[in-house]
């Protein structure tokens, strides 16, 4: 016999949402808070009467409530950070009548109890997850954009201005210059001036990676390749950078068995992991990078000639560092900038002697080079100007080098003969001056003064005994 249904006593709702969920909210479709429990409230540090009528974002840190209330599509088990945890939220639409009218949200754990065992057994592997996504993110994007190419020069805007022009372009990139010209920083501001922007930019350096690895590392492998093989085989940088950018830094010390083969996948456009049989397309524009003459390479045998002209479509040639002595002070204040940011000194300038003797030096390792030497100087400033006492010895020895070649021009001046100290002499002189600077900046520690100059302590002592230096 049917009995007949009973309705569920109104005061009974409060209680059975509460058993159901321990914290609530539901929201209109304008993501307005129409009801939130207590529950919730107490987690939030809040109360039912502060958070009903407001927005749910300005109450919920994180939510997604109101998004879900205008799309009316649900979120099931969705990570929610909230309060400096990993929450499990649901989100459902509310739909009567056809139409959304609003939102259900819903945190799981009912008890502290609960959620120190969810977090003794799951957050570990939520951060670990977190990590790795947060990494693999980081490693496939580019980091810089063409603003962040620094300098005024005529011949670096050129070059820039070239490089903004092709970056629309399918064709490959070749970039030439000298260590530590930023030839990298151009290949990431290329390709995110182009139309591949959104999907992966993939660096690799053919000098850092083993011959015997660099195959698979380029073309992935397959199950059981070999030895010591990843289960389930694994794929390789061309398959990873598929649609995007990959940037082959140092091409030039690429082996020669492993040019003819990226020659091939250059040519058919697609790749066979190593051990495996099936090829793969693949999508893939190609910025390569070298210091090295790749001409003079092919000439001595040593490099491809039909890869040098598959790679060489569009060639950019970036200016040294000494072909751009106007750009060194402008480069100098973005790099204390960041190095600023980095060691917590904001405001730091260079003092007037110290540009000039910057200008004057010729920078074999270009804006590399001039980075260490800021980052050396900010070491060991004290103020917030940087002295040509702050300076490495090779530059203060450029400056003792400057002041005989001018007392050299003032004696030819007047007529007397130039006096030319011989060379024991002149290195003992500078040997001197260097102690004493050094001792300048460490405030008379020579212990320190001796790890500035990268000598042992008992040869600082001797030398200093040497000089009559106290």
Known sequence: MNQEMRAIPQEWHEQIISLLAER???????GIILYI??????????????????????????????????TGKKELAAI?????????ANRFPLVIDGEIVGALGTVMFRSPEEWRMYKSKIQ???????????????????????????????????TKKLAERISASHSSVLLIGESGTGKELFAHAIHNNSQRASFPFVAINCTSIPEHLLESELFGYDDGAFTGAKKGGKKGQFEIAHNGTLFLDEIG???????????????????????????????????????RDLEKMVKEGTFRQDLYYRLNVIKIEIPPLRERETDIPLISRTLLKKLGGKFFRKGIELGGEVQQRLIEHAWPGNIRELENVLERAINVLDGKTIEVSHLPLYLRDQEVGHELQS??????????????????????KVEKEALIQALAVTRGN????????AIGKTSFYEKCKLYDIR
């Open 446 to 453: 020579k212990r320190d003064a001796a790890k500035l100059l």
């Open 80 to 88: 929610h950070p909230i309060n400096g945890s990993e929450m499990i």
């Open 24 to 30: 609530i909210v539901v929201t209109d479709c304008s």
């Open 124 to 158: 570990h592997l939520v951060e670990e997850l977190k990590y790795y996504k947060t990494k693999v993110e980081k490693e496939l994007k580019s980091k810089y954009h063409f603003q962040d190419l620094i300098g005024e020069s005529p011949n670096f805007l050129a």
């Open 37 to 70: 429990n207590e529950a919730y409230c107490e987690f939030l540090g809040t109360t039912v009467d502060q958070a009903i009528n407001r927005p749910v974002q300005d109450v919920i840190e994180n939510t997604r409530m109101h998004i879900v209330a205008k």
């Open 253 to 291: 010390d690429m082996p020669l068995s492993m040019q003819s083969k990226l020659l091939r996948v250059l040519q058919e456009k697609e790749v066979q992991r190593v051990g495996g049989q099936k090829s793969i397309p693949i999508d893939v524009r190609i910025v390569a990078a070298t210091h």
């Open 407 to 428: 007392q050299a021009r003032v004696d030819q001046t007047e007529n007397h003969a130039v006096q030319v100290l011989p060379l024991k002499e002149t290195l003992a």
